[in-house]
């Protein structure tokens, strides 16, 4: 009698914690990087015209993907909400890089990319993804290190397209604000150790990666955290100059975007 | 047999007067007959009562019947019938035998040519009988009129066929000449400008009989023939274009053929078709690219069949004159949209239109694109000549109230006066969301718009063509058309739609969507307005057609570069010069026309318009247009281009010293082709020519008759001659039938 009590205790147990798991999957794919309860607001369910699309992706650390999610998600849309005429979705969408759900979502941000391990058939995806019209933004990696690391996926991706470094004069640091002047956007870890860079990465490095016509389809943020800025706007310990420089770099990709 | 019972030709009759000429009036006759009928019926009646059993029923009435009958034609014999005719005076009277010598008399049939056939004809007696009555003319007739001895100087070589223009030369020279007939042998095939009702009621006005004699047969048994071939005059360079080919045959139904159409060697589209029924004519078509700026001479042909009678009529050349302009197209958009960007890199692929763009990124910031650095800093266009600039304006999703009054008049004259082309896409805030359909854009939206919100819906919907849109270039996204229907059936569904109501009179619905249990919605609906035209795609979610597609498939950039290429397709300059056709088959007469507008696309009634027109071997001419007194803003001119070959017109339109604008068209001369086409004989025309002008059709086997029946004619010097009718074998066997009637049926019955 008591075994049995046990096991259906057991039973129950799992198929809870299997359907919240499925839950949580479904919209938000999976892990959360703070364990405050996460509030899902009344418009959740709204079908608007951009969503902030979360790119799910492997790495040695599975979660890598998660960093800043959701909270650096939900509140930068807040601020895309309010400060251009963009329809966008109060909460996030997460797409996995191993389903074709990718090509519904032509704008995709990944975090912590110097920890990214795609494989072959996710490479050609990707290519595919970017090469039919998709915006690829990639932001939290730093120093030498995780470049190589985010090269050797970005190379099977694009072997024979190169990375180049994007000027002033650029469409994407106009398309909305004018980003002239930019400068290190630090993350929270650095920030509280009195630095803005991690590891060599002193130097921040707005790169892209180019299409025939010369449109980025690859923005490429190295050295730099845009997520923590995104994420920590409403921290009174973190400097407002860089959740601003933050959300405008993020809003001017996501209408370059739309218009390139 | 008709002139062995009734003494005379039937057309004697046809041509005659009925009279009598006893001297009694008609109305006599008619008492005689009503008295004679009343004497015969009392007998009958008076025997009826006496031998009931043999004349009962209806008997008397029968036997009543045929002697009225019987004195009725001696009666009609007693006033002494007859036919009153005009008839040709001997040896003082014309007859023109007009003879057709173009090329198409040189047809091999039956052993010999048409024109062995018309030669022989004549010399078999047919104008020495002739000659015995009348003064006889010969003529050959090609592009003109030309007087000859003898058949034997017949070449059938001229290069066309214009029978109008013969017969208008024959009615004048009958205006001074005793013409009394014209005799026409002919196939019948004319192909310079046909026969007008002007030049048969000149004929008719003077009254001469044409009596046509039809050579050649009337369906070849083995011969495919292209019998038409639409293209547009004009378009934009790297355009698809459209080619209507028509096409009739026989002894080849159900075979396969290629149809093939080219540029010099270059193949540009290929097709196979199923051939029709013999005799009915079948429409295809062809879809390619006209390249590059420049003059285009196109040649479409059908691949020749096995045993084919005729080969010179399987192909036709067309010319097109490609542009090299580049259209300018406005297109506002009124808030960031997926489809925007993907519009907008459709476009880029595009070498022939320039897009400008211009995007309401936030309430109170403009992001532009495209065109000059100064263009639309100050928001959109509110002036005619910022606007007017442009050939073709998309609408996206903005209010309408995000317009003024005075720039909501300004695209609708957009399209009206100036020609331009708009195109409404669906969104949150476009149409019924947006006003549009209570402001004064809702003339130019193609549908009703419904007076409901929510119109707007982020759901899937499938799209398919309906029967407009298969045929319709703007949807042609494979050149193929069954490709095309097919490929459009495997288009991934839209990102949303937009309900917008239904179709106004005159509309076309070229596609149309399904989402959930909304049953068929319009999607891409057209109209044309004023001088322009007006399309709506009800929604903004077609960039998924670039992004869930395999790298590689066009289909959303060919969509869109099409549907931008038909908006702005009849956006004109200032000038707009003109020409019937494009091709002048063995004809010189050229007519020209320009519309002239002024910079606020205005009728231009006082600009001074010239065209230099650059022929064939560098030969160059000008010529100066006059308005056209009723049509403002009208300049025509007539011109005759002699030599054949290519000619580029460039028209010019000046006020003063200032140019207006100025156009440039094509077109392409040549003779001795239209003769290879429609080879066969067409009797319909030479019967329609003959039975309208008192004359009649003679088949080859008939011609002897010539002679004794062109006789009777109204025209030329001619005299009355009555011909009596009495003495008709048919009033013979008439009384003699009633009378052996009456006998035999009073046999019958026992009433002798």
Redesign the interface.
Known sequence: MRLRITLSAVLVTLFMWSGLFAFQRGRRGGFREYDEPLVTPADAGE????AFARLKYPSPRYWNWTTDYPKADRQFVQGVRR?????TRSVEQVVDVDT?EI??W?WVYAVEVGRWDLTDPQCQRVR??L????FLMVDDFHGTQEWEVFMASMSRIFPDRPIVELENKDQIFH??YDLDERFQVPGTAALYRGLTYEKDGVSPRWRAIMDD?GRVMVAICHNMDLGDSWEHADNPRYPEKYTSLGYRIGINY??Y???? | MFELLFKYPASLFAKGQFVFLAGWPPWALGICLVLAAAVLAYPLWKARQQHAETLGGMRPAGIWILQTLLVTVLLFILWHPALSVATLRPQQNIVAVVVDDSKSMSFQEAGGTRRDQVVQALNSGVLKNLEKKFQVRLYRAGASLERIEKPEQLTASAPSTNLGESLKQVAGEASSLPVGAVVLLSDGSDNAGGLDLATINEIRRQRIPVHTVGFGREKLAHDIEISGADLPARTLADSRVSAIVTLHQNGYSGRKARITVKDGAKTLATQEVTLKADGIEQTESLAFNAGSAGARNVQISIDPQAGEENLTNNAVNRLIAVEGAKPRVLYIEGEPRWEFKFIRRAIDLDRSLLMSTMLRTTQNKIYRQGGSASENVDGFPAKVEELFGYQGLIIGSVEANYFTTTQQELIRQFVDRRGGGVLFLGGRFALSEGGVGKSPLADLVPTVLPEKKDTFHRDPANVELTGAGRDSLLCRIEDNPDRNVERWKKLPYLANFQEVGTPKPGAVVLAEMSSGGRGKLPLLVTQNYGRGRAALFATAGSWRWQMTQPLGDNSHEMFWQQMLRWLVSGTYGHVVASIPKSVFSDETKIHLRAEVRDKAYLPSTDARVEARIMGPSGTAESVELRPEPTSEGVYVADWTAEKPGSYVVEVLAKRGDDEVGRDVITFRREDGVAENFHIQQNRELLEKLSSQTGGKYYEPSQIGRLSDEISYSEAGITSRETRDLWDMPILFLFALMLRSSEWLLRRKWGVV
């Open positions: 079908k608007t015209e951009w400060l251009t005429r963009l329809h074709d090509y519904n032509p595919d993804y090469l039919r019209g998709g398309v909305l016509k996501i209408i975007s739309m218009t390139h």
